[in-house]
T-cell receptor, first 113, second 114 residues
Framework: GESVGLHLPTLSVQEGDNSIINCAYS??????FIWYKQESGKGPQFIID?????DKRQGQRVTVLLNKTVKHLSLQIAATQPGDSAVYFC????????????FGAGTRLAVHP | DSGVTQTPKHLITATGQRVTLRCSPR?????VYWYQQSLDQGLQFLIQ???????AKGNILERFSAQQFPDLHSELNLSSLELGDSALYFC?????????????FGDGTRLSIL
């Protein structure tokens, strides 16, 4: 499949380690955030979301942290596996824009055995 | 599998031509979104429909148009194609059209302009 974002920042981790992917979002009024995973040749896959009235949310092996003070979002993946290798995007929703999502540039996660 | 179906998977055509991309949303979803993904611009919102009506517009060119049909499937029409229109085009859907709802994406149509 086509490579998305050939010049994306890359995070390289060892299998079994924890991964932290960071995202700076653009608008202090944004009230909803989503993390997506995109594998080569596929569309963005929903991982986890968080509303602005929360600062942490956990899913299966993933945790999202939201720091509204500095407009920062992070995705933590526990016990990273080779299947986690992909490009990860954060997306924000600005109130009044219906459900239009503004995507970040993405981070490539490379998991090494 | 997100449940969102896009056809065709690949399209190769020439400058000046017109193409139609098709999207079937997840069962039960009323809102459809179109995004363009290119290497230099990332994922960009184009347009949103909710239950047949246009809801929001993004950076969509005048040469591009879309519609959502009564059965809720959507089509994105691209005309007078230029080399720079080569990109991945994604459709997403959500239950309703308000904010704070996750959008689920199809696997896209790769458009190549020769």
């Amino acid at each position: 499949g086509e490579s998305v974002g050939l010049h994306l920042p890359t995070l390289s981790v060892q299998e079994g380690d924890n991964s932290i992917i960071n995202c700076a979002y653009s608008n202090s009024a944004s009230d909803y955030f989503i993390w997506y995973k995109q594998e080569s040749g596929k569309g963005p896959q929903f991982i986890i979301d968080i509303r602005s009235n929360m600062d942490k949310r956990q899913g299966q092996r993933v945790t999202v942290l939201l720091n509204k003070t500095v407009k920062h979002l992070s995705l933590q993946i526990a016990a990273t596996q080779p299947g986690d290798s992909a490009v990860y995007f954060c997306a924000e929703n600005i109130p009044g824009g219906y459900n239009k999502l503004i995507f970040g540039a993405g981070t490539r996660l490379a998991v090494h055995p | 599998d997100s449940g969102v179906t896009q056809t065709p998977k690949h399209l190769i055509t020439a400058t000046g031509q017109r193409v139609t991309l098709r999207c079937s949303p997840r069962s039960g979803d009323l809102s459809v979104y179109w995004y363009q993904q290119s290497l230099d611009q990332g994922l960009q919102f184009l347009i949103q429909y909710y239950n047949g009506e246009e809801r929001a517009k993004g950076n969509i060119l005048e040469r591009f148009s879309a519609q959502q049909f009564p059965d809720l499937h959507s089509e994105l029409n691209l005309s007078s194609l230029e080399l720079g229109d080569s990109a991945l085009y994604f459709c997403a859907s959500s239950v309703e059209g308000q904010s704070n709802q996750p959008q689920h994406f199809g696997d896209g149509t790769r458009l190549s302009i020769l």
